[in-house]
Nanobody, 125 residues
C-alpha cells in the first residue's frame, strides 16, 4: 500500500521556523521526484518546492526562495522541507506528493500522483 505521511506542522510566530517531514512507503522512493504543495485557507493548492529523483535538481516558488529548503534522504525514504522566516501567508496545509513534472517553470502533480494527507502550519502572533 502506497503511503506518504507528512509530519512536523504546528503553530509558530511570524519569523519562526519549522521542519516538515514526508515519509514514504509502498513504492521505491528513490525512483520518484518529491514535491511539497501548500494550500492556504480558501485558496487553491500550489507548488512550493520540489526535488528531482534524477539529479536532485531543485525548484522553489518565488515566494519561498531564500526561506525554505527542500531535501531528501533516500535511505530513510523521507523528504524534508525546512521553513524559515515564516510569514502569515505561509499558513495552511502542506502536502507532499510525487510530481510528474519539474522544470524551471514549476512543479506539477495531479490526482494520478501519490499524495499525503497533509500537515497543518499556523503562523500567528
Amino acid at each position: 500500500q502506497v503511503q506518504l505521511v507528512e509530519s512536523g506542522g504546528g503553530t509558530v510566530q511570524p519569523g519562526g521556523s519549522l521542519r516538515l517531514s514526508c515519509t514514504a512507503s509502498g513504492f521505491t522512493f528513490e525512483h520518484y521526484s518529491i514535491g511539497w504543495f501548500h494550500q492556504a485557507p480558501g485558496k487553491e493548492r500550489e507548488g512550493v518546492s520540489c526535488i528531482s529523483n534524477v539529479d536532485n535538481g531543485l525548484w522553489y516558488a518565488e515566494s519561498v526562495k531564500g526561506r525554505f529548503a527542500i531535501s531528501r534522504d533516500n535511505a530513510k525514504a523521507t523528504a524534508y522541507l525546512e521553513l524559515n522566516d515564516l510569514k502569515p501567508e505561509d499558513a495552511g496545509v502542506y502536502y507532499c506528493a510525487t510530481p510528474y513534472h519539474i522544470s524551471g517553470h514549476g512543479c506539477f502533480a495531479d490526482a494520478q500522483d501519490y499524495w499525503g494527507k497533509g500537515t497543518v502550519v499556523t503562523v500567528s502572533s
